[in-house]
């Protein structure tokens, strides 16, 4: 096991790694940007090294500058969080030609699976069922030709990254050169690969994803679905698990076929496989997301499996001591996101408490929220035997928290939870007027 870790993030997940590591007897190393310097995650580190300016790109995306510190600190390992440098096959081999190890997949299985495109190729061999696509489209021409053959309406994706950057959808020819002008600055911007490529749009649809883990020594286990159908401009705003869209029979077999389709990949660590989950009960391959998900929470709240701690254990070469059998999804988990919508130092924070309460977040009295990072302050997460006293409960839990001196998504937060069609769980991805 290792000794001592190198968080290289920011924010609630890297307050959330910390304390992780603490609790397995870790020491670590924070780093932090000029903006962040007085930030909550800096302050709970065993060490902590400032790295740069408050752009990303001269801190938080300053491969050389973490190596560097992780070296000068004596960490013999290094977690991404989300995000920044999370899904980076250049810094994972950074971090092995420096003798660091990279906490996540190793970058051969980063090459060969980040790019979406070229992982549905992979994936059709393993049992899922894909959404049609391309391989990357080089010009507005070619997206043209592919599109009139996959038939519209199709979505224009970036191969590389996620969360919902270098995504739109095109409902006619006419709008393509638009499209991809728009997505593929977007796809530059986020990850510095201006790449797409076409696949059929599934409308309408839930938007429904597979916690996975899986050990060097073919051992994987799939810890449920979370449906995470609440979007608004593809960026997730409520998450739960199970999904209340999908039977018991239904999560079963597409449990089982998950984790023989990781197995067959070969894929080590954490990991979510994605699908849209259309009316007639298909669920349609998307991607895989090499890292730990900002929902991941749900999924450790409903099962009681820690899946940080796991991702350390994984990666120090230690097998998984539990299967199939030992995961248990009793009762219902649901998450709200709790973001800025304005910047501004934070005068006051209240956060709600009781029984199965959990409030994942950054903040503290004084902390300044600045416009140069995600807007997102925490995560607000509840569980309970049942979906219906879930939600009561977090509607409660919404009511009792408070921040003041930042305007935030609160209220809109409640008025989702409380509106008929969440209640009923008869929503999709339509719910917030995406298209």
């Known amino acids: 096991m290792f000794s001592k870790i190198l968080v290289a993030n920011r924010g609630e997940i890297a307050v959330r790694i910390i304390r992780a590591c603490k609790e397995m007897g870790v020491a670590t190393v924070a780093v932090y940007s000029e903006a962040d310097r007085d930030a909550l995650h800096v302050a709970l580190a065993d060490q902590s090294y400032c790295i740069g300016g408050p752009e990303a ?5 300053n491969e050389n500058q973490i190596i560097s510190t992780a070296i000068l600190a004596g960490a013999q390992a290094i977690h991404p969080g989300y995000g920044f440098l999370s899904e980076n ?18 970058p051969d299985s980063m090459d060969r699976l980040s790019d979406k ?3 549905k190729e992979l994936i059709r061999d393993t049992g899922l069922t894909v959404i049609p696509g391309t391989r990357a489209v080089a010009s507005p021409e070619e997206a043209r030709e592919a599109a009139g053959k996959l038939g519209f309406p199709v979505m224009l994706k970036a191969c590389a990254g996620g969360g919902g950057r270098g995504i739109r959808l095109i409902q006619s020819a006419d709008e393509i050169q638009d499209a991809w002008q728009q997505a593929t600055k977007e796809a530059v911007s986020a990850f510095g690969d201006g790449s797409v490529y ?3 749009y599934i409308f309408p649809a839930r938007h429904v994803e597979l916690q996975i883990l899986a050990d060097e020594y073919q051992n994987a286990v799939c810890l449920g679905d979370r449906d995470c159908s609440m979007q608004r401009r593809h960026q997730k705003l409520v998450e739960e698990t199970p999904s209340p869209g999908v039977t018991d029979e239904q999560r079963e077999k597409i449990m089982a076929l998950a984790v023989e389709a990781v197995k067959k990949i070969g894929y080590v660590g954490a990991g979510t ?16 997301n090499l890292r730990l998900q900002v929902e991941h929470c749900v999924t450790e709240m409903l099962t009681g499996f820690d899946l940080v701690k796991w991702q350390i254990r994984i990666a120090a070469g230690i097998p998984l001591n539990f299967t199939q059998k030992d995961v248990r999804m009793d009762g219902s988990a649901i998450e709200c996101r ?20 959990r409030f994942d977040t950054c903040l503290m009295e004084g902390t300044e929220v600045t416009p140069y990072y995600d807007s997102l302050l925490g995560k607000l997460v509840v ?6 006293e879930a939600l009561r409960k977090l509607r409660a839990a919404l009511c009792e928290l408070v921040i003041r001196g930042i305007s935030t998504n609160i209220e809109e937060q409640l008025r989702i939870v409380e509106d008929e069609r969440f209640t009923l769980g008869s929503y999709d991805l339509t719910f917030m007027g995406n298209r």
Not at 57 to 61: G, M, N, R, T, W
Not at 383 to 388: F, L, P
């Open 57 to 61: 790109a001269d801190s938080y995306l």
């Open 89 to 106: 096959a250049h810094f994972a081999r950074l971090c092995q030609r420096h003798g660091l190890v990279f906490i996540g997949p190793d």
């Open 117 to 119: 495109a070229m992982l």
């Open 198 to 200: 076409l696949e059929k």
């Open 273 to 288: 496989l994605e699908f849209l989950y259309d009316r007639d009960g298909n669920f349609w391959f998307m991607e895989i």
């Open 338 to 357: 709790i973001n800025a919508s304005s910047c501004g130092v934070l005068e006051m924070l209240h956060v709600p408490g009781g029984p199965f309460v």
């Open 383 to 388: 569980q309970a035997k049942t979906r219906e």
